[in-house]
């Protein structure tokens, strides 16, 4: 009979059950150190195999099994979401930059008296933002309503930054 469960462990020279290491609650030798008592092996391992607790780790990793086959794991899924958000924050960046390359091309001021968007005199680049804004709905730049810009990147530290990086 394959017990493809089995594991044997060279640093304890034992077997371990990795179904019933993964899942199971239960501390076992044959979860824990492995069972290494070669004389009784077989009987050790038919007893459990037959146990309910070994039955429902060995359905847990098969369900395991399928899943990560089937990319539905959850780490998959955050994975997806993760690069979702980098993606949303490229392009976040790649809009401010060309805000700023687009305003020092033509020597215009980046800052009015305001840090504010969506308000009279916060400058030309916060002015920008709301224009590519309105052309753009997926972006972070929408999300911002009336909120300071230097909680979103838009301040004037970022601005500074933007502009030191693009001139080395
Ligand atoms: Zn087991």
Known sequence: MRRSWLLYSLRNNAVV????KLFSSKARKLTTEGHSDWSNINSSLRGHECSPDHTQSLLQLRELD?????????????????????????N?????ISITLSLASRNLSFRGSSQVLHVQDNGNFLKEVELLAQFDPMNHLTKIKDESSCMH????????EL?????T
């Open 92 to 96: 976040v960046l790649k809009h401010l």
């Open 153 to 160: 990147y838009l301040g004037q530290q970022t601005q500074n």
């Open 66 to 90: 399928i899943h990560l086959k089937k990319n539905l794991t959850i780490d998959h899924q955050e994975l997806t979401l993760l690069e979702a958000e980098e993606e949303r924050w490229c």
């Open 163 to 167: 502009m030191q990086i693009i001139s």
């Open 17 to 20: 059950c990795f179904a019933c």
